[in-house]
Each structure stands twice: as structure tokens, then as C-alpha cells.
């Protein structure tokens, strides 16, 4: 069974892309288990020394995991939080935590080309901890009436969209359980 863990790129819980996270998770092909890790907000800057609490379980629980799902808001920055695990993660101290893992990210943006600011750091960041990044034009734009009372994604172009790219993970994972 595939197992994918997911971030979201906002420390408030009741944000859009908490939201985009969720309804993300629920689009994964079947059978799947999909774990929303909530340490973001724990994550310190990275400095030298021994690997702090919060990182070691984000360490921990994406070692376990088949794939990852990263959603973030379209900023000319990353948040600083998502910043900071991007960079232990590609530090000496996450290890290869990523190295080959197929990540997809799902960016909520008002205008297109802030999806593309935030897709490229996000890129750049989890290419060089050595994941496989998808996902580059998975962006929606934040907004009323985007999810269904289900709390799913209610465009049915873009969760089809979504379901295209997620599929990496499970083809990824397919391939990984039979070498």
C-alpha cells in the first residue's frame, strides 16, 4: 500500500492551502494512506549541531513514506517555515530522506506567474535533497466555492488535473515494490 506523507506551506490551520492539502489527499489513487504532518510551525532555522526534535519526526515519518505532497501559497518567497525544512531536509543531517523520492507540489496562487515563482524555489529546494519533483503546473487559484461541501475540490477539470499528477507517486511506488 502506498503511504504519502503531506506539508502544507502555511502555519494556520484553517488556511487555503491546509485546505488544498486535504483535498489533495483525498484524490490519491486507491489503495493509499495519506498523513498530514503537522510539525511545520516547530521547525527551527537550520544551524549546525544535533538534528532537533521536530526534524528528526519529519525525517522519521517521510523515511517510511513512498512519496510526498507539498502544498504552498504563491509568494516571491517561500514561507520561512517551509524554507526551514526544506533546508534540513537537504542538509548532511536529513540524509537522503529524499534522495529519489517523488514528491508532488500543488501551488494556490492568485496570479500564474507566482505559481511559477513558487514552484521553481520549491524545486530547486527538494531537487537538491534529491527528490523527483511533479507537479510543476498544478496551481489553483485561491477562493470561495473551490471545494465541494465534501471538501473536495469542486472544479472537476483541475481535480482530474490533479489526480494526472499524483499519479507519479503511485506509478513511482509500483516500480520501487517490484525491483
Not at 14 to 21: D, T
Not at 126 to 139: H, K, M, Q, W
Not at 158 to 179: C, D
Request: with cysteine.
Amino acid at each position: 500500500m502506498m503511504r504519502v506523507v503531506g506539508i502544507a506551506g502555511s502555519l494556520l490551520s484553517k488556511a487555503y492551502v491546509r485546505r488544498l492539502l486535504e483535498a489533495s489527499g483525498r484524490e490519491l489513487p486507491a489503495p493509499a494512506v495519506f498523513e498530514i504532518w503537522d510539525g511545520l510551525d516547530q521547525v527551527p532555522p537550520f544551524e549546525d549541531g544535533p538534528l532537533p526534535r521536530p526534524v528528526d519526526e519529519l525525517c522519521h515519518a517521510l523515511s517510511g513514506a513512498d512519496g510526498m505532497l507539498v502544498t504552498a501559497p504563491g509568494h516571491s518567497v517561500l514561507p520561512p517555515q517551509l524554507g526551514h525544512a526544506l533546508d534540513w531536509m537537504s542538509s548532511q543531517h536529513g540524509g537522503t530522506v529524499l534522495l529519489g523520492k517523488p514528491v508532488v507540489v500543488v501551488t494556490s496562487c492568485l496570479r500564474p506567474y507566482e505559481a511559477l515563482w513558487t514552484q521553481t524555489q520549491l524545486r530547486r529546494a527538494l531537487g537538491a535533497a534529491g527528490a523527483v519533483v511533479y507537479g510543476a503546473d498544478a496551481t489553483v487559484a485561491p477562493g470561495l466555492g473551490q471545494f465541494d461541501s465534501a471538501g473536495r475540490i469542486a472544479d472537476p477539470a483541475f481535480r482530474e488535473r490533479l489526480r494526472e499528477v499524483l499519479s507519479h507517486l503511485s506509478s513511482t511506488s509500483l516500480a520501487k515494490s517490484s525491483a
